[in-house]
């Protein structure tokens, strides 16, 4: 089969204007990035009250992913292929995971977006303006105290951001003046409060209105300063002026795909925009998003975060998984994955069972969907297949990384019959007023599957600091790893007996949630022996390949 560069660069482009039009977005409408790619101007939010929202979700996954945002694309070319007005809402890749391990995010296969290069790297330049806004506050709050400190500065907790993985700057020394040295922390940009308010403000002026209310420091009295108090949201948001308004790409079926915004799901909220979102289905009739990670981390928060701020429903969930995830969570070896092993395959079950169990709490309907690979054998197919009938579990088996579209029909069948016959009343996991270790607690017992939480002095004072401020209503953001139902990532299969580690406590005041982060959790990560950056490369031809 061909590589997903040629795949990519062989496939039939159509302009941007007639892919658009497919779902009635005038040219009007489009401010163009070239002939593939252009930015929407939405003038209002106002949605189709009859489109359906699909959420695609998955297991845990192993550390190269399951091909979630593969099935995402397909499923939106599957519905199409029946007769849905189908569109894609996904977030857009991290310079990160381009360069490191996992390499691109723009599908695979015959289900990819396209021009997937200029997708996986500078696209229209929103993480760059995201990174510079945030490096803008932290520069003129560290102006602000050189230049005399009339606020009394004397704790900053806003850090700095960079969009790739660099552990060097986990930790820096910063000299603001003689009298202010200091310890610095560089996050990832796609974990950073810019990145979360960016997808969850509904408009420019809602945008300025939560530049306005983030957290960066506290005085000598201990009271909070905001970045209201040194008067930079107007400057601030001005940076993110062109960034706010989503993109639309197309599928290799030329069917449009709408992509904006980034935060990653095990350090950040793990949603694309809410405009982006909103913006889909005010066109289309069905939308199919993706939340990142597995169903404890991505949807976790899509359900408790971006749908609570948003009031966003979906009408069906797809539950993504693999062979090779399965046997991985039924304890065999990474190195053995592609052998057939039937007795951890249904060992691996356990987790997929669990978070069928946690969407359902919900009130959602669920599908699972499994991705098929090269290496699956007709009997591991079978024993998930005779599985899903004895549970009574709504299944598809999916081929569209080699089949494209028409390897989703079926779920696409599936996925239009759960949502068009749900009359399930969707529910939060929590309440707001619940305070807020009780969150914690409640999600790391109903969808983890914890005993309870072990957690320090430090972030219970925290927590109580954050509860005197007047942040006690806000809705949690677990940071944890995502290769585990628990906070140890060698936890595999549905982990019991166990206690999540509560290691911090930090308030998103803009973003509008506290970050609760667990065991070893990194927001900046590092790069593997071998990065992707290795195999990337441009050819004669001016075309940049090895994305892969």
């Given at each position: ?6 795949i ?15 779902i ?23 949605v ?15 550390a ?28 857009e890749p991290?310079?990160?995971?381009v360069?490191g ?17 200029e ?6 330049g929103?993480?760059?303006a ?15 105290i050189?230049q005399?400190?009339e606020?009394?500065?004397q ?5 700095r ?16 003046n ?19 308010i960016?997808c ?9 209105q939560?530049?306005a ?5 506290y005085?000598?009295?201990?009271e ?8 930079i ?12 308004k989503?993109?639309v ?9 709408i ?9 950040a909220?793990?949603?694309n ?6 913006t ?8 199919v ?21 948003s ?8 539950i993504?998984?693999?062979?090779r ?5 039924g304890?065999?070896?990474?190195e ?6 039937l007795e951890a ?5 356990k987790?997929?069972?669990?978070h069928?169990?946690n ?15 090269a290496?699956d054998?007709?009997s591991?197919l079978d024993l998930?297949n ?15 990384f080699s ?19 749900n ?14 270790l ?15 939480v072990?957690?320090?002095d430090?972030?219970l ?12 209503n806000?809705?949690i ?9 628990s ?58 390949i090895n994305?892969?």
């Open positions: 089969m061909k590589t997903d560069f040629q990519s660069i062989e496939s039939k482009k159509e302009s941007i204007y007639d892919v658009a039009n497919k009635g977005i005038s040219a009007d409408e489009l401010i163009p990035y070239g002939k593939y790619k252009a930015k929407i101007d939405v003038k209002d939010l106002e189709n009250k009859d489109a359906k929202l699909v959420l695609v979700t998955a297991i845990n996954p192993t190269g992913g399951e091909g979630k945002s593969t099935i995402t694309i397909g499923l939106t070319d599957g519905l199409n292929v029946i007769g849905k007005k189908s569109c894609v809402a996904l977030r991290s310079l990160g995971p360069l391990m996992k390499g691109g995010a723009a599908g695979g296969g015959y289900a990819q977006v396209v021009p997937m290069d997708i996986n790297l500078h696209f229209t929103d993480m760059h995201i990174t510079t806004a945030n490096n803008a506050i932290a520069a003129l709050l560290d102006n602000h050189f005399g400190n606020l009394d500065i704790k900053i907790v806003f850090n951001t960079l969009d790739m993985n660099d552990r060097a700057l986990r930790n820096i020394n910063i000299n603001t003689n009298k202010f040295q200091r310890e610095d922390h560089f996050d990832i940009t796609v974990a950073s409060e810019i990145m979360a960016l969850l403000a509904e408009n420019i002026k809602d945008l300025k939560k530049i209310n983030i957290l960066v420091a005085n000598s009295k201990g909070a300063i905001y970045v209201k108090d040194l008067k949201e107007g400057v601030i948001t001005a940076i993110l002026k062109d960034a706010i989503p993109n790409v197309q599928t290799l079926e030329n069917n449009p795909a992509i904006h915004g980034g935060p990653f799901a095990n350090i909220h793990g949603c925009s809410v405009i982006a979102t909103k889909a289905l005010k066109y289309a009739d069905y939308v998003t993706e939340a990142g990670f597995g169903a404890d981390l991505g949807a976790e928060k899509f359900l408790n975060i971006k749908c609570r701020k009031g966003l429903k979906p009408n069906a969930v797809v993504v998984a693999t062979v995830a399965l046997k991985l969570h304890n065999l070896p990474v053995k994955l592609s052998e057939e092993d395959l249904r060992n691996g079950l987790n997929l069972e669990k069928i169990e969407v359902t709490k919900f009130q959602l309907p669920v599908v699972v969907a499994l991705n098929v690979f290496t054998t007709e591991e998930i005779s599985w899903a009938e004895e549970n009574n579990v709504c299944y598809s088996k999916v081929e569209v089949k494209g579209g028409k390897g989703a029909v079926d779920l696409a069948e599936k996925v239009v019959s759960l949502a068009e016959n009359n399930q009343q969707f529910k939060l996991l929590y309440e707001d007023e619940l305070p807020i009780e969150k914690i607690e409640l999600i790391c017992k109903e969808i983890y599957g914890a005993n309870g072990d957690i320090s430090n972030c004072e925290e927590i109580k600091n954050l509860e005197q401020l007047g942040f006690g806000l809705p953001c677990m940071a944890k790893t995502p290769l585990s139902l906070d140890n990532p060698e936890y595999k299969g549905r982990p019991a007996d166990f206690k999540v580690k509560i290691t911090d406590v930090k308030v998103k005041s803009g973003a509008g949630f506290i970050v609760v982060y667990t065991n070893k959790i990194l927001t900046m990560p590092g790069l593997p022996k071998r990065p992707n950056a290795l195999n990337i490369d441009i050819d004669d031809n001016n075309n940049i994305i892969f």
